[in-house]
């Protein structure tokens, strides 16, 4: 390995060591150490935060205490931790000047795919990261990924890039004895002048900085000077429209510059690890619309996401340099001042865009038929012949069918190819209008309605990769250390709980995707007017971003649609309602949780829950109360001991305001965990009443969307007993007589049949 030594700092006695392990789950850290300690004749001490808390997970603070403690009796010391950035380091590093001793790193860089391959592979891990939820949590991990240096405060750094070098590793510690020193520096760095070593996770790879001399027009970066060197970030990667003397893409002194956009130094940009989605022109190839038209629709659809997308950025992609589609849109966009920083385009291969230009994208889109089958050539092809069969049994478990205009998320195996190689996290399939004669549902030339489906169709796409970034928002530099044990618990309070939600740790995104996936099965037979036909499984993507400042800045899932469509649309779902109106829709819940449980929908467009509610709706409200009351007494005729209660979710997980209008019996196969339990029977449900009496009042409803709310202990709505699970909670409610709360029997909020005199 290569070596950069400070003869001159060589130390002359032998002295205790820390050592600080750095790599990725799956590197190697834990075999290191007892490699080590299993042939040196030094006394050794591992600090391993996975088992520091007596056999089981602890903290960073244990393990500092630990570390200390061990230094101070004259032994050396293993940090077995990630430690993957600098943040999470430098408190052990500071131990080094406490104790008067010398602190290394050792550093386990090795290919992101082989350290996924072994997490998913490994049984019996002491932090019981293993399997197939493993591959997310190393890729999450990766993104943070920040190597140490010298300036830090090392006296030596040992780079492993190879199980060979880290054998070589094994034997240096191995061999090293009581009194033993070894030379200072920095060992085994293939490039010491990156920043970073790039893990399946980085956005993009490193390019040198360029020439001193470099102009603005290019013409002194010795990139361009020296043709098929660097060759990809010169010509195969564009930004949306020119930046150059842009101040706020200056970089620091000295630092290199990531990727390089028409050649000039001014435009070089640093795109870090954020959110990203590729997708390609959608009916531009085979379904043959008019280029002119569909550049124009992207660069609007584009520009209306990217302000709600936060972070995320959208890459249009194509195949060839010599794309119509990519310097019409290039143009468009450069007119129309788009963000850069979120919006660029790329020539290259969807599927190879991280093994083969470093350009990472964890969303990739799908020009999909309408079977979302595989063949056809093309994308379509392409992606799921990269993603193997693992896609297309992930497609089945979401939506049998799509149609035209809009989009169906499907969250990627971890023991997909394209998963594992490329990073790719989820493939959103969507399907656009068809101008060509030769192919199924042809528009035949006309484009007024053929755009409007394409606006769709990125409207669904966009919203679909929204849903998407929001689960992975929020996270510290702590968080990604501790990402292993969060990420189970997570697993083991949630029924619901997917892959993809895995690595996000934020409980309000919890909380959405536990209470929203059963709602989710409501697209189950009625999606099929606005593009998904599913059969099976909920869709478990979240569908709405974080109420920051109302929710007409959510976007919504495809499958959260649902209940919009039938009420903008109720001619479609006759077959579906109860009861048609001009200003409301009734339909039975399709996963009722009583024995009676009924939706009233308004037909308001622009009132998607009751945030977006304000005075001027209160006439709404009323009239949606009213037609509840209606129906809960023609229950009640039929049944006269049901019990009824109208009121909203705090937080729904459909789009359009809707009135629950729920028997309080309880009695359904469908109320299985606490979040549908909670969701009905805590301050999170608003009686109907109470809204209208805020919304006159005040002029808007009181959300009570806390997350404790949904996380509450089982209690009975009665006499308030608690119970350990839900098959106790349903026995028990089943003969409960107790009287309801005295604050339930005020003001009109449960209805039942009159008293007999």
Not at 653 to 678: C, G
Request: glycine content about 6%; charged content about 25%; some cysteine.
């Amino acid at each position: 390995m290569d070596m950069d030594v400070d003869e001159a700092s060589r130390p002359k006695e032998g002295k205790t060591i820390l050592v600080i392990l750095v790599g990725a789950p799956g590197s190697g850290k834990s075999t290191f150490c007892e490699e080590v300690m299993r042939s040196s004749t030094r006394p050794w001490i591992r600090v391993c935060q996975d088992t520091i808390g007596n056999g089981k997970a602890g903290s960073k603070a244990q393990c500092l205490s630990s570390a200390a403690s061990a230094l101070k009796d004259d032994k050396s010391v293993f940090i077995d931790r990630c430690n993957l950035d600098r943040e999470q380091r430098s408190e052990f590093v500071k131990l080094g000047d406490v104790h008067k001793i010398d602190v290394h790193a050792v550093v386990l860089d090795l290919p992101a795919k082989l350290c996924i391959s072994r997490s998913v592979k490994r049984t019996g891990h002491e932090g019981n990261l293993q399997g197939g939820k493993a591959a997310a949590v190393v890729n999450r991990m990766l993104q943070k990924k920040e190597l140490p240096k010298l300036s830090e405060g090392y006296s030596r750094i040992t780079f492993c890039q190879s199980e060979s070098d880290v054998k070589g590793a094994i034997n240096t510690y191995g061999s090293l004895g009581p009194l033993d020193n070894l030379p200072r520096g920095c060992f085994g760095q293939k490039n010491p002048d990156s920043k970073v070593q790039v893990g399946i996770m980085k956005f993009l790879k490193k390019v040198p900085a360029p020439d001193a001399a470099a102009r603005p027009d290019g013409s002194g970066d010795t990139t361009s000077q020296n043709p098929g060197k660097n060759d990809y970030f010169h010509k195969d990667v564009e930004m949306a429209s020119p930046i150059l003397d842009n101040p706020n893409l200056e970089s620091k002194e000295g630092e290199s510059q990531e990727v390089a956009f028409d050649g000039s130094h001014a435009s070089r940009v640093s795109l870090d690890d954020a959110p990203t989605l590729a997708f390609p022109s959608i009916s531009t190839s085979d379904f043959q619309f008019n280029y002119e038209k569909a550049a124009d629709i992207i660069v609007e659809k584009v520009a209306e996401f990217t302000a709600k997308l936060g972070n995320a950025r959208l890459v249009l992609v194509d195949l060839t340099h010599k794309s119509k589609i990519l310097s019409l849109v290039k143009a468009k966009a450069s007119e129309k001042h788009i963000d850069t920083q979120k919006f660029l385009t790329h020539v290259g291969d969807i599927t190879k865009l991280h093994s083969t230009g470093g350009l990472n994208c964890n969303v990739i889109a799908n020009a999909a038929n309408w079977r979302l089958k595989p063949g056809g050539g093309g994308v379509n092809a392409a992606i799921f012949n990269a993603a193997g069969p693992e896609l297309e049994s992930a497609t089945k478990e979401r939506a049998k069918s799509l149609s035209p205009g809009n989009a169906v998320v499907v969250p990627l195996p971890a023991s997909s190819p394209l998963f594992v190689t490329e990073g790719v996290t989820h493939v959103i399939h969507v399907l656009g209008p068809n101008m060509n004669p030769q192919r199924p549902n042809c528009l035949n030339n006309d484009y007024e309605k053929g755009c409007k489906i394409l606006q769709d169709a990125y409207a669904s796409l966009f919203e679909g990769f929204a849903s998407i970034t929001r689960t992975q928002a929020g996270q510290s530099r702590e968080e990604n250390e501790n990402i292993v044990k969060k990420a189970l618990k997570l697993q083991d309070k949630s029924e619901c709980h997917s892959r993809n939600n895995l690595t996000n740790i934020d409980q309000k995104t919890k909380r959405d995707a536990d209470h929203g996936s059963e709602k989710s099965k409501k697209c189950k037979g009625i999606q099929d007017s606005f593009g998904v036909s599913s059969d099976s499984r909920d869709e478990r993507v979240d569908s709405e971003h974080r109420r920051n400042d109302g929710s007409m800045n959510k976007a919504w899932g495809s499958w959260a649609q649902a209940l919009h469509q039938m009420a903008m649309h109720p001619e479609k779902h006759k077959n579906d309602l109860l009861e048609i109106s001009e200003d409301v829709v009734v339909l039975n819940d399709l996963y009722p949780k009583a024995k009676k449980h009924v939706l009233i929908l308004s037909r308001t467009r622009g009132v998607d829950c009751l945030e977006d509610v304000q005075k001027e709706h209160i006439q709404l409200l009323k009239k949606m109360h009213d037609v509840g009351l209606k129906w809960a007494r023609k229950f009640l005729d039929e049944n006269a001991s049901l019990v009824f209660r109208l009121g909203y979710h705090s937080a729904p997980s459909m789009r359009q305001l809707h009135l629950h209008v729920i028997s309080q019996d309880f009695d359904s196969k469908h109320l299985k965990n606490k979040k549908h339990w909670n969701s009905f029977n805590t301050a999170f449900f608003r009686d109907s009443i109470d809204v209208m009496d805020e919304v006159s009042s005040h002029g808007k409803a009181t959300l009570k969307d806390d997350d404790k709310l949904l996380s509450m202990e089982l209690r009975c709505h009665r006499c308030r007993s608690a119970h350990p699970n839900i098959p106790r909670l349903k026995s028990h409610i089943g003969s409960c007589k107790a009287p309801f709360p005295a604050y339930l029997l005020e003001n009109g909020r449960l209805v039942h049949a009159p008293a007999e005199p």
